[in-house]
C-alpha cells in the first residue's frame, strides 16, 4: 500500500511539473477557468449597470467559445447578444445558467451556426470515409450530402445533447448512403 501511494505520489508530481512547463522550458500559466455567475457582474451594489450586462454578456461568449459543441452548433455571437437582451429585460436576479440553458433549449432558436453545422461534419465525415468507404468512389458527395443533413435536421430540432447529436449524424449517414438522396448536383451530373 505504502508503494502504491508513493508511485501515485510520483506520478502526479510528473504530470504536475510537465503541465506547468513548455516544450521550450519556459513556465506557463495554469488556464484557469473561473465561473462568474450573474451576482460577480453586480458589483456587489445589487444593480446592474448596461456595462455590467455587456461584460456578463461577453463572458457568456467566451463561454460558448471554449465549448467545442456550442461553438460548432450556435453561433456565440448570436448567443451572447440574446443573453443581453434577457439580462435587460429579466434584471440581475436570474441566474445566468437559467438565462443560457434557456436559449440552448429553446427549439425556435435563430442562433444555429448552419454553416459551421455542414461544413464540420463533413470534414468529419471526410475522415471517416477514409478509412470505411475506401471502396467507394463518391464520398465527397456523400459527406456533403452528410453535412448538409446533419445541419438541416439540427436547425430543425436544435438540442444541445450529445445523444441527440449522434442520432442526427446517424441517421444522416444512412440517409445519405442511398443513391437517391445524394446531393443534388450529383444527380445532375450523373444524367448528362
Known amino acids: 500500500m505504502k508503494q502504491l501511494s508513493l508511485l501515485l505520489l510520483l506520478t502526479l508530481s510528473v504530470a504536475w511539473s510537465t503541465s506547468v512547463w513548455s516544450a521550450e522550458g519556459q513556465k506557463r500559466e495554469p488556464v484557469i477557468y473561473d465561473a462568474q455567475d450573474s451576482y460577480y457582474f453586480t458589483k456587489d451594489d445589487g444593480e446592474m449597470s448596461e456595462e455590467e450586462m455587456d461584460l ?80 467507394e468512389k463518391n464520398n465527397n458527395e456523400y459527406c456533403s450530402c452528410v453535412g448538409n443533413k446533419v445541419a438541416n435536421d439540427f436547425t430543425s430540432l436544435p438540442k444541445l445533447k450529445s445523444y441527440h447529436i449522434k442520432d442526427i449524424k446517424v441517421n444522416a449517414m444512412l440517409h445519405c448512403d442511398e443513391p437517391n438522396n445524394l446531393a443534388p448536383y450529383e444527380k445532375k451530373a450523373s444524367a448528362q
Open 56 to 135: 456578463e454578456a461577453f463572458y457568456v461568449y467566451k463561454d460558448c467559445n471554449r465549448n467545442i459543441l456550442k461553438n460548432i452548433y450556435y453561433s456565440c455571437e448570436c448567443i451572447a447578444g440574446a443573453f443581453r437582451q434577457i439580462r435587460e429585460d429579466e434584471g440581475p436576479i436570474t441566474p445566468q445558467t437559467h438565462i443560457t440553458n434557456e436559449i440552448y433549449q429553446d427549439t425556435n432558436t435563430p442562433c444555429t451556426n448552419t454553416i459551421g453545422i455542414a461544413g464540420a461534419n463533413y470534414q468529419e465525415c471526410l475522415q471517416m470515409a477514409s478509412v470505411m468507404r475506401t471502396r
